[in-house]
């Protein structure tokens, strides 16, 4: 899994990039974080973390938190060695674009996100009568973040930040996080029974970490609190399309289009290095939708291929800056805006992104997962990913098979299946 530096509304992505990945057995899944329930992420007695919370609560005092407050929070904190554990040994596996798309809109994942609009689909027209993001946008989000809020995580948002205030790497930025979490018990959108999350401090259906919470977050239903952590997830979808809104969302065009590229032209994979010119030039360079679709007449729009010399082109646009000040890496942004397309009702990617290191293409996986999933082999979602669970059906099949146990998949494998 992924987990990329974003600076703009968490200094970590753990939440959006952990929740897009999970649920996807077959794509290498991360389990829902459980602080209660894991034995390995119990309370441990440690006299030194005694000494930084008391030290702490001096620090929070003299920054205007209550005494009341700081009574209430501070007294259940405990250090929770499986969050140090999880800091230290995140694992880092580079996922394709390929991989980021599946997932995102795995069978699974769209209906989910189908049943989502349906369900707040009013709250979601009132959200973008007042900020301008479409309600796909705000349910291709919540379900890259959370899964629709199944994800949501129950580690105690107190305990994981003072845990790593305390101990972790960057023990100054989650000691202010650590504060901001303090300001919103003191404002009293929430209670420190309700204030969970993931093990890095992320909270909510949309995973806000604690400052932003505080600098975005609103109270759209009118109960008097920004609760993004209740069942009902208006707050949070609010909070959200007024994130984006900050960040520069512009009504009316989408986050991007596929485009058919003239022969010859070339595109930079990365939206850091893409050129942007008006809508217009680029139709006058010869670039079309990838099926024969207008593109806008006006506004501007920035051109990359962000696999290369396979998969799709596309010209993004402002909107897609906004979401990527959501999360700071392309794969997420074109893994939510495709996502929202889908949504929306409309097509999947056109380009192929070609065979893997394999040499199997999106549909042999898909071919490869199902087949094993008939045999009786548990891989979690069909998604095309192979992930841990698929490689372990693998293996077990091919030792049951009598073919020699490597592990992986291969056109042979598929065959013999």
Not at 26 to 31: A, E, F, K, T
Not at 295 to 321: E, Q, W, Y
Request: glycine residues 12%; hydrophobic residues 40%.
């Amino acid at each position: 899994m992924d987990y990329i530096v974003n600076l703009t509304r968490r200094s970590f992505s753990i939440g959006a990039t952990a929740a897009l990945l999970s649920g996807c057995a077959g794509g290498g899944s991360v389990p829902s974080t459980s602080a209660r329930g894991n034995p390995a992420l119990r309370p441990a007695a440690s006299p030194q973390f005694d000494a930084w919370l008391t030290g702490f609560r001096a620090r929070a005092a003299a920054q205007g938190i209550s005494e009341q407050v700081l009574n209430r929070a501070l007294r259940g904190a405990a250090y929770l060695p499986g969050v140090i554990e999880r800091d230290q040994n995140q694992f880092h596996k580079r996922r394709t674009l390929e991989d980021y798309v599946a997932i995102a809109t795995s069978q699974e994942r769209l209906a989910g996100g189908r049943a989502a609009l349906r369900r707040a689909g009013k709250a979601m027209a009132g959200i973008e009568d007042r900020f301008g993001v479409p309600p796909e946008v705000m349910a291709a989000i919540w379900g890259v973040e959370t899964r629709y809020g199944t994800l949501r995580g129950d580690f105690p948002t107190i305990s994981s930040l003072a845990t790593l205030g305390f101990a972790s790497r960057r023990a100054r930025f989650f000691e202010g996080q650590l504060l901001a979490a303090l300001r919103i018990l003191q404002r009293g959108d929430t209670t420190q029974d309700k204030m969970v999350g993931s093990w890095a401090g992320a909270m909510g259906h949309t995973q806000f970490i604690p400052t932003t919470f505080e600098g975005f977050a609103v109270d759209f239903d009118g109960d008097g609190r920004r609760d993004v952590w209740a069942e009902d997830p208006t707050d949070a979808l609010a909070s959200t399309a007024n994130y984006l809104a900050k960040s520069g969302w512009v009504r009316g065009p989408r986050w991007g289009y596929e485009v058919r590229l003239p022969t010859g032209m070339r595109a930079p994979s990365s939206s850091k290095s893409a050129t942007w010119r008006s809508f217009a030039d680029w139709t006058a360079s010869g670039i079309r939708g990838v099926r024969g679709e207008r593109l806008p007449k006006s506004g501007s729009a920035g051109l990359i291929r962000p696999s290369g010399d396979v998969g799709p082109a596309l010209l993004i646009t402002k909107n897609f800056n906004a979401i990527r000040r959501y999360n700071n890496a392309d794969n997420y942004v074109i893994a939510v805006g495709h996502l929202s397309d889908r949504l929306a009702g409309r097509p999947g990617f056109s380009a192929s992104f070609g065979p893997d290191e394999y040499g199997l293409t999106l549909q042999d996986r898909l071919r490869l997962q199902n087949r094993l999933a008939a045999k009786g082999y548990e891989i979690g979602t069909v998604d095309g990913v192979i992930g841990k669970k698929t490689l372990a059906a693998i293996e077990a099949y091919q030792r049951k098979a009598g073919l020699a146990v490597t592990g992986l998949p291969s056109r042979a494998l598929l065959a013999a299946l």
